[in-house]
């Protein structure tokens, strides 16, 4: 599976992003996809994915501002990213969990820089 992550860049505080990442390969469904993030000096940590179930899961911090979305036929997820604080300044990740394989797949990160 490669996965190819997009729509990074420069935003201001209390401004919006949208993030998208497009799969291809032996891709199962949305299920197991996700987004995480890498902050500068701290460990890589999920911002939101979605489980085995089709449950969506997402990080304290970025409820109520960051949304998920899942398109099975374009075997796309986007993030979008609203109310974006300093502190959401990292490398984003797209992720893929086959849980078939039990195989991880990642993207290559996108910078998202939120400064004024």
């Not at 998208?20 to 994915?49: D, H, K, L, T």
């Not at 986007?78 to 797209?94: F, G, H, I, K, R």
Request: proline residues 3%; aromatic residues 12%; positive net charge.
């Amino acid at each position: 599976v490669q996965l190819q992550a997009s729509g990074g860049g420069l935003v201001q505080p209390g401004g919006s992003l949208r993030l998208s990442c497009v799969a291809s390969g032996s891709f199962f469904g949305i299920n197991g996809m996700g987004w995480y993030r890498q902050r500068p000096g701290n460990p890589r940590e999920v911002v939101a994915r979605y489980t085995k179930a089709g449950t969506i899961f997402s990080r304290d911090s970025v409820k109520g501002r960051f949304t998920i979305s899942g398109d099975n036929d374009k075997k796309s997820l986007d993030l979008q990213m609203t109310n974006v604080l300093p502190e959401d300044t990292a490398v984003y990740y797209c992720n893929y969990y086959d849980y078939h394989e039990n195989q991880d797949y990642w993207g290559r990160g996108t910078q998202v820089t939120v400064s004024s």
